[in-house]
């Protein structure tokens, strides 16, 4: 089964190169992006991967204390502009957990709800200094993800999904983060959450800023080196955003 990857847009703001990419020198400012991935299959099967962050507007009006996007961007609003009623996504395929990740979870209210059980565990009881990336804040009444925990599913290691959707453990930026590899006409793209976030950490072969695991990640990234792709996306690159449409 073939798929179309639609990339939904969230918005950027400006982080240090520093942040994104392990140990750079502080001082170059660099274009972050936020947002998600739409799958589309010929019958009409509507994927997401990930589920976006909250909104500039829900951020000020609630008064989470996140960095967003620049941009007031409504992940569910950009659903809707390709067409999508969010009602009929039938499955979400969560990386990891993370709050730009992993919100907006009661807006497809359908969906079956996919992460890795080693993500599960260790976001439901994260260590202190992760618990706000988790989504644990008092005025959120914890995470998002956490308040759709019955739709949950979790898997264990590499496994296929759905005819044409496989994941793979990549952990490193969480202990049990995960890539969605999807088949499309032009071959498959491995869609690598925060394990890859901008092309500069695959051509320069380094780990995000806040990597917590780098031995974990350097497994990873051997592992993947020992497949083929048509084509990487990692969510936080600007470039990613460019084109309507992968495969």
Known sequence: ???????????????????????????????????????????????MVDSGAPSLSEV???????????????????????????????????????????????????????AQAAEMAAAINPMKIGRKSYGFMEESNGPEWLHSIMRFQAVNGDVEILPGIRVIMTPGHTIGSQSVLVDTEKGVYMLPGDWIMCDRN?????????????????QSLEKVKKLEFAGILPCHDPKTYTEMYYG
């Open 202 to 218: 695959l051509d320069m072969e380094l780990p995000g800023g806040g990597t917590p695991d780098v031995a974990a990640w350097y």
């Open 1 to 47: 089964m073939n798929y179309k990857i639609y990339p939904i847009n969230q918005g950027t703001r400006i982080m240090d190169i520093h942040d994104v990419v392990y140990r750079q020198p502080v001082g170059e400012d660099v274009s972050f992006a936020y947002g998600a991935f739409l799958l589309k299959d010929a019958k009409g099967k509507l994927i």
């Open 60 to 114: 000020r009006e609630k008064g989470y204390p996140l960095r967003t996007p620049d941009e007031d961007i409504d992940m569910v609003e950009e659903v809707r502009k390709h067409g999508v009623d969010p009602a009929e996504v039938s499955m979400i395929i969560y990386t990891h957990l993370h709050w730009d990740h992993a919100w907006n979870t009661n807006s497809f209210p359908n969906a079956t709800l996919i």
